[in-house]
């Protein structure tokens, strides 16, 4: 299922004039991945054999380290599990999850998803006493973060999501994570029902859901300082340069002031992706706090490291000068990474 995925794409890309001049012939499309479509190999799986690709990612234990810890983490960690345990059953019976290869993945993805709630837990308490919390996570992958922030910190969560690959795949997921009571919005499915524009900006923004899953070229059209916390693990240093810039002016125009921001990656930029070190450009130029950096060796003592900011004021950039002031006005990044010219010393 991704036709009206590949129509939502075209049709706003084309309104909101991301094919046109510069920002098509230079700068280069936000919304595609850098090596091309995106899939984990030739073959063009979806439903559960992408789902449970998605599953297999988390293939390496690392066990949660002491310096994480906080009372009540053992009981929130089997919170998270079970609700991975539950999606895996529900959509594999015919599959054995004591089996050790997918108890491990169950597993992996579960101390993943804690850890990320540990950093929170620790050095964003006040975040746990909000009503009504806007949690936004972009490039969600498998949708786990949506775990931990429905069922601990009860959250109003927004998946902000550019492939179809993973935008399928989260479907599958949230609607697992969510009870028969709570509400999903795939703005995806609203707009296939050719509703107004006007109607799918009230969607994307109303606090009736509590799930939003919505396509990364509607992220321009939530609200400034709607959200509490923002989230993007192993995704900023997988995308090309525009989509690094699209995601920051983004992210700061719709996080609160006092809102959290959380990053959890390789913390290195991949060859060939992007070039823009986003930790420094929301430090040095949006003069956001640091609360905690790990000094942690990657895929030795953690899975990717997190990383944790707090918002203190307002910077304003449009997409352009964002893109000039830190890839520089002549550079030619519209290729992908490998191809990129007069980039900016």
């Not at 909101?16 to 700068?27: A, L, S, T």
């Not at 902000?160 to 499915?189: G, M, P, S, T, W």
């Not at 923002?230 to 983004?250: A, M, P, Q, Y």
């Amino acid at each position: 299922m991704s036709w009206d995925f590949e129509f939502s794409y075209k049709k706003n890309v084309q309104k909101k004039k991301w094919v046109f001049g510069d920002k098509y012939f230079r700068i280069g499309d936000p919304f595609k991945w850098v090596d091309g479509e995106l899939g984990l190999a030739n073959q063009d799986f979806t439903g559960i054999v992408a789902l449970l690709q998605w599953y297999s990612g988390f293939y390496e234990k690392y066990p949660t380290l002491k310096e994480f810890l906080y009372p009540d983490y053992e009981k929130d960690f089997q919170i998270i599990k079970n609700e991975y345990q539950k999606i895996f059953d529900f959509y594999f019976p015919f599959l054995d999850s004591k089996n050790k290869e997918y108890a491990n993945y169950i597993e992996c993805n579960s101390l993943s998803s804690a850890q990320d709630l540990c950093v929170l837990k620790n050095y964003a308490k006040d975040i746990f006493n909000k009503e009504n919390l806007c949690h936004l996570d972009f490039g969600p992958g498998l949708g786990g973060a949506s775990i931990y922030s429905l069922k601990i910190l009860n959250s109003i969560f927004t998946s902000i999501e550019a492939h179809k690959f993973c935008y399928n795949i989260q479907r599958l997921f949230y609607r697992k994570v969510l009870n028969e009571k709570q509400k999903y919005l795939d703005l995806v499915a609203a707009e296939t029902f050719s509703l107004e524009d006007s109607d799918l900006t009230k969607l994307i923004n109303s606090k009736n859901f509590n799930i939003k899953q919505i396509p990364s070229w509607f992220f321009e059209d939530i609200e400034n300082n709607s959200q509490d916390l923002i989230t993007s693990t192993r995704c900023l240093n997988e995308i090309n340069d525009s989509g690094v810039v699209h995601f920051i002016i983004n992210a700061d125009r719709v996080l609160k002031n006092g809102g959290y921001m959380y990053f959890r990656d390789s913390n290195k930029r991949k060859p060939g992706r992007n070039i823009i070190d986003y930790d420094e450009v929301f430090e040095k130029i949006f003069g956001y706090q640091v609360i905690k950096k790990f000094d942690l060796v990657n895929r030795k003592d953690i899975f990717s490291i997190p990383r944790l900011y707090k918002k203190v004021k307002n910077t304003r950039y449009s997409f352009e000068e964002l893109f000039n002031l830190v890839i520089g006005f002549e550079a030619v990044t519209s290729h992908g990474g490998y191809f990129n010219q007069n980039i900016k010393d």
